[in-house]
């Protein structure tokens, strides 16, 4: 992404609107690291006072492009973002991620259908496809599926990927900008809690905090992956 | 007497609309399938690339132009007030309010106006929703100019502004040469000693001819109008409530949270003092000419007339 850490607002940024804003921590633990903030200050999340607040906060945190928490808003925030770059010919690109469990609010497909009807080729709208919300597995409560049919049914350019794996992760981006003429959905297969063995697909990790112990043994398990992912 | 000059608000929007494109090229317009009706499609037709037409999704219109607004642009959404402000609350309240975006929400067809449509399209609870936004203007124009420069100062204030018009046409009464818009300014449009009628929207002039009628009985009313309901000119208020001790209200939005709640908030917490709030009571509204539910809800000069007097007794 044309992104600057030294210039969070720069006008011809490439956007990204985290659309599942829950994730808020894995998101201002990236912008830490990319350095648009310090990450000790990460320890200060959802502290009173604090910048960091629960959900996305483009007023206090840098690098946010648009705040979001409540679901099915982050993606219509991404289309008027890729609307305005067109209007105005700006060739910067909209990227947003939307949960599995999020595509549920009739919101996504409102603002679906106008990317398409409006040819935004500048806009890539990610499904994390972890198949798990709060109330147990999305085919249990109320099956978005199939979800690459809808997007395509919407006239969306649909990609599917396994979204662990960094080389068609990369491949799929590149593709989304090789499509013109109509706005592209990653459909990114994934494991929820990827990694860290007890909480993999586990829906009652969603939005709980290890204790000391469970601590250890998932960075254990992080670094496994992490040395196992560089001899690749 | 000769012929006053009537013109609906929404009118005024869409004109002021296509005036301002003119003079600034960031200003984008979004509505929801509504743009002959809204008055957006004068907008159109003058800047149809700048004119974006969301189709019937009133909630995905209202993030679009927050998203807009995060580029510099300055995005007016319109559509009737129930779906604005109605259907798209929490979206207006946390992808415009929340992040304090840029955007103009133009929202026509408030109030038992509406007419014949009935109760589903009369929204009298968009100031209450608007005003318990932190941050959000509130504007509510009595006439054609007053809607012609609020939606002026809308975009000249950096920040999230509801604007509220009107579908039937009412008469033009600013058409004085000192006449300015200050935001958050209120405008006495007589002066009284014996009661304040503080009105907003449609009911300004309906008041001003109540004030008329109260005169001849001997009772001097001042007549203010409040066009910016947030942030209000609590300094008007509280200064003409000390000096006649008594306030009605009168809007075209229920008693419960617009303009007469707001009134009592400033005096109660100030200078306690007796208020009649004239609005729709607590009830939905129903299908008819628009000037005959006026009369019907009470918002006509005649129902303002009595009421003030028997209050004042
Ligand atoms: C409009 C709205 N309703 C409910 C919630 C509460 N909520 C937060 S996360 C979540 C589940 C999200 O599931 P999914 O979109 O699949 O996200 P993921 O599995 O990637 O965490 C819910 C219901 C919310 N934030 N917004
Ligand atoms: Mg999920």
């Known amino acids: ?232 | 007497m000769s012929e006053v000059k009537k013109i609906a608000t929404r009118e005024s929007y869409g004109n002021a609309l296509a005036e301002l494109g003119k003079k600034h090229e960031d200003v984008v317009v979004l509505d929801a399938d509504l743009a002959a009706a809204t008055k957006t499609g004068v907008f159109k037709k003058a800047f149809p690339e700048r004119h974006i037409d969301c189709g019937i999704a009133e909630c995905n219109m209202m993030g679009v132009a927050a998203g807009i607004a995060t580029t510099g642009k300055v995005p007016f959404a319109s559509s009737f007030a129930m779906f604005a402000a109605g259907r798209a609350f929490e979206q207006v309240r946390n992808s415009i309010g929340y992040p304090k975006l840029n955007v103009k929400i133009g929202a026509t067809h408030a109030g038992i106006s509406v007419g014949e449509d009935g109760a589903t399209h009369q929204c009298n609870e968009d100031i209450a929703l608007m005003r318990s936004i932190p941050g959000m203007v509130v504007i509510n124009p009595s006439d054609d100019i007053e809607a012609k420069a609020a939606v002026e100062a809308a975009y000249e204030h950096v920040g999230p502004v509801y604007l509220r018009f009107g579908r039937l046409a009412v008469p033009v009464i600013n058409d004085n040469p000192d006449y300015k818009f200050e935001l958050g300014k209120a405008v006495t449009l007589r002066e009284g000693t014996d009661v304040t009628i503080i009105a907003s929207g449609l009911p300004v002039s309906e008041s001003l001819a109540a004030a008329e009628k109260l005169a001849a009985d001997g009772i001097s009313a001042e007549v203010i109008n409040i066009h910016t309901i947030k942030p209000l000119d609590e300094e008007a208020v509280l200064k003409s409530a000390a000096k006649t001790g008594k306030v009605v209200t009168v809007e075209e939005h229920s008693v419960i949270g617009g303009l007469g709640s707001a009134v009592c908030d400033v005096l109660a917490q100030n200078a306690p003092t007796k208020v009649l709030k004239i609005g729709v009571n607590d009830v939905f509204g129903e299908s008819g000419p628009a000037v005959q539910l006026i009369k019907k809800y009470g918002l006509d000069a005649d129902s303002i007339y009595e009421k003030v007097k028997e209050f004042c007794k």
């Not at chain 1, 925030?77 to 609010?105: C, N």
């Not at chain 1, 829906?203 to 670094?223: F, I, K």
Request: aromatic share 8%.
């Open chain 1, 1 to 232: 992404m044309n992104i600057d850490p030294a210039d969070p607002k720069k006008p011809d940024r490439d956007r990204f609107v985290l659309s599942k804003g829950h994730t808020a921590p894995g998101y201002y633990s990236t912008l830490a690291n990319r350095g648009f903030f310090p990450v000790e200050d990460l320890k200060t999340l959802r502290h009173v006072g604090s910048y960091l607040q629960g959900h996305p906060d483009m007023k206090h945190i840098p690098g946010v492009d648009m705040s979001s928490g409540s679901l099915g808003q982050g993606i219509s925030a991404a289309v008027g973002m890729a609307i305005s770059a067109k209007l105005s010919g700006d060739d910067y690109r909209v990227y947003t991620l939307l949960g599995d469990g999020e595509i549920q609010e009739g919101q996504v497909w409102e603002a679906s259908m106008l990317a398409a009807h409006r040819k935004l080729d500048n806009l890539v709208v990610i499904v994390d496809n972890n198949n798990l919300q709060i109330d147990g597995a999305i085919t249990d409560v109320n099956s978005p599926y199939p979800i690459d049919k809808k997007f395509e049914a919407f006239n969306f350019h649909v990609i599917n990927i396994d979204g662990h794996d960094f080389d068609a992760i990369d491949a799929a981006f590149k593709e989304a900008r090789e499509t013109k003429g109509q706005p592209t959905a990653i459909i990114a297969k994934t494991v929820k809690g990827k990694g860290v063995s007890f909480m993999e697909n586990q829906a009652s990790w969603h939005g709980a905090a290890p204790n000391d112990e469970q601590y250890a043994t998932a960075m254990a398990d992080l670094e496994k992956v992490g040395e196992a992912l560089c001899q690749k």
